[in-house]
């Protein structure tokens, strides 16, 4: 079974340019989270999905960072413009919608690097 | 708000025990969680804990929680070069959102 699917896995721009990360949750997940992790910092979350609904998007920082999942499967998540504090990785995760036992699988990552 | 706190460093001798240590500050958290990171790679769920329980032992896994104390350990038995990596210690604020540490980078050493 595939896991979480991202691309870009790497992606060098310079400040005040767009970009966009895709996601491919795991087939059956109707969870999907986008988080950021700074280097040596843990994930932190950006905004969480239940199906097509975006249930908790309180860390998003909505005037540059949107995000959208229209079928309720693939998620894109886009800043514009960046900004050299958006250096990071980008980690989508998903999980099923039934119980909560926190178990997260998450993607490997997109890293962006803001010149 | 919630915060996880870790130490960010732990270095051991390759067939020696690992502890790696956790103080949460939620203590309503329900369970709380190990997770994995390898090189280049996205974090995987090691283990979890309920939060009536105060050990759970997996394998090589030991997991033991102090809710007094809202501290949580991970004791890795037998330590091999392949456990190296960076741990984190995750606790859950509400409906599977996770918390997560600073993260504990372990490197196992002949």
């Known amino acids: 079974e595939a896991g979480v699917v991202q691309s870009p896995r790497y992606k060098i721009i310079e400040k005040k340019q767009p970009v966009a990360f895709w996601c491919n949750p795991i087939?059956?997940?109707?969870?999907l989270y986008w988080y950021r992790q700074n280097l040596g910092q843990g994930p932190e979350l950006l905004i969480r999905?239940?199906?097509?609904?975006?249930?908790?998007d309180s860390q998003l920082p909505k005037d540059r960072f949107s995000a959208e999942r229209l079928k309720g499967v693939d998620s894109t998540l886009k800043i514009q413009p960046a900004e050299l504090g958006d250096s990071a990785v980008y980690l989508c995760?998903?999980?099923?919608?039934?119980?909560?036992?926190?178990?997260?699988?998450f993607g490997e990552g997109s890293r962006l690097t803001v010149l | 708000g919630e915060d996880v706190e870790q130490s960010l460093f732990l270095s051991v001798r390759e067939g020696d025990s690992s502890v790696i240590n956790c103080t949460y500050t939620?203590?309503?958290?329900?369970?709380l969680y190990w997770y994995k990171q390898e090189p280049g790679a996205g974090l995987q769920l090691l283990t979890y804990?309920?939060?009536?329980?105060d050990m759970k032992q997996d394998q090589r896994l030991t997991v033991l929680l102090n809710k007094k104390d809202k501290h949580l350990s991970l004791r890795i038995a037998d330590t091999q070069t392949g456990d190296s990596a960076i741990y984190f210690c995750?606790?859950?604020?509400?409906?599977?959102?996770?918390?997560f540490g600073a993260g504990t980078r372990l490197a196992v050493h002949p």
């Open positions: 995750a606790e859950i604020e509400s409906y599977n959102k996770l918390i």
């Open positions: 999905y239940e199906n097509e609904e975006a249930v908790d």
């Open positions: 087939s059956g997940h109707n969870t």
């Open positions: 995760a998903s999980s099923l919608a039934r119980g909560a036992t926190g178990e997260l699988f």
């Open positions: 939620d203590s309503s958290s329900t369970y």
């Open positions: 804990i309920f939060s009536n329980m």
